[in-house]
């Protein structure tokens, strides 16, 4: 019994771990949205400076907002898994799963060390 409880708190301290190494990215991606107005705001110069350059400048800006946006995506969808399997489970979940459960282990063979 005490073996399965530190298995549980490992695997509880090992999620905690990584929802705040996640959190940690999150908030490095946010700091980092500045680059990608800034990077925009620069592309727009450049196509003002360089008409010629447009096409090439706004695929690449094109490119650079849609990575971002998958990026953006994948880490709020990280975000959801790890906050749903940090979540603690109810030990109960109803009466009758508790009967069931005891009524299982009542049919069962008592074991002897």
């Known amino acids: 019994m005490l073996m399965a409880r530190d298995t549980a708190r490992d695997e509880a301290q090992k999620l905690h771990r990584k929802w705040l190494k996640h959190q940690a990215f999150m908030a490095e991606l946010a700091r980092n949205k500045e680059w990608l107005a800034k990077i925009e705001q620069e592309g727009?110069?450049?196509i003002q400076e360089k008409p010629?350059?447009?096409p090439v400048v706004q695929q690449k800006l094109e490119e650079i907002?849609?990575?971002w946006s998958d990026l953006e995506?994948?880490?709020k969808a990280k975000a959801r898994q790890l906050f749903e399997n940090n979540k603690p489970e109810p030990a109960v979940k109803s009466y009758s799963d508790l009967d069931s459960q005891l009524s299982h282990l009542e049919r069962q063979p008592p074991q002897l060390e």
């Open 44 to 46: 727009e110069e450049l």
């Open 52 to 54: 010629e350059l447009r």
């Open 65 to 67: 907002r849609e990575c």
């Open 73 to 75: 995506r994948t880490t």
